[in-house]
């Protein structure tokens, strides 16, 4: 069975909209929580519970972390920047799981993931620290070979394929090839020791295909069924994303 890890922080997106300057909760006022999300997705069947603590700010808040390792019933996956003061936050959280993302433009690939190779040293520091910690690291990368490749020396355990090129495609012809470089790197990754994660531009039309992997352990989605939910409600859009995924 593949995993689903539910991206809440477009319900963080929302909140701050409106409440950015506002204290904690303010006495309930402060709508949507995403903490209050999260464990309905959990409910709703959910693996696991993804949020992106940016550098900015601009969705997920540090109290919203600490308030979701306290409340969720499943497993936390954080994803940061590979900075040294992101490293100390996490180390301080203990999530479950971190992703190490690209924020900066310096950390970018070409496609979007992070540039493990280009980024050597910082990464196997990131990912040493985590592991000497028990948290489990994961690199969302293109499916590169390099990158794959340095992902696997950088003894990481996981990585998390960018599906947002292929999403992107999805209606044109370029969107065999991009499958294909997901299934190349998919096969690549496991061969190499690596367990496959994809995110990124999954919704309820692309999973039909995105589903068919090979080596899938887990699909982190949050646009789509944060974006369903307004019409069916968070437990809807979570089981039927839980339904395609493993028909
Ligand atoms: N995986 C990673 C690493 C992400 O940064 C994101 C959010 O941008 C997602 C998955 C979820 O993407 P989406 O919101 O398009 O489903």
Redo the contacts with the bound molecule.
Sequence with gaps: MILLGV?I??CATVRQARYRQAAATAGGAVEPDPVTLAVLAERAGADGI?V?LREDRRHIQERDVWRLRESIATRLNL?MACTPAMTAFALKLKPDFV?L?PESREEVTTEGGLDVKGGRQRVADCVAAMNAAGIKASL?IDPDEAQIETSAAVKAPFV?LHTGAYANAYFTPARAAEFKRLRVGAVRAHELGLTVNA????NYVNIAEVRTLPHLHEL?????IISRALFTGIDEAVREMKKRMNE
């Excluded at 995110?199 to 999954?202: A, L, S, V």
């Excluded at 982190?220 to 789509?224: D, K, P, Q, V, Y």
């Design positions: 991206n922080d477009h993804t992106h994803e992703c993302v969302f998390e995110g990124h531009g999954i982190n989605i949050g646009h789509s």
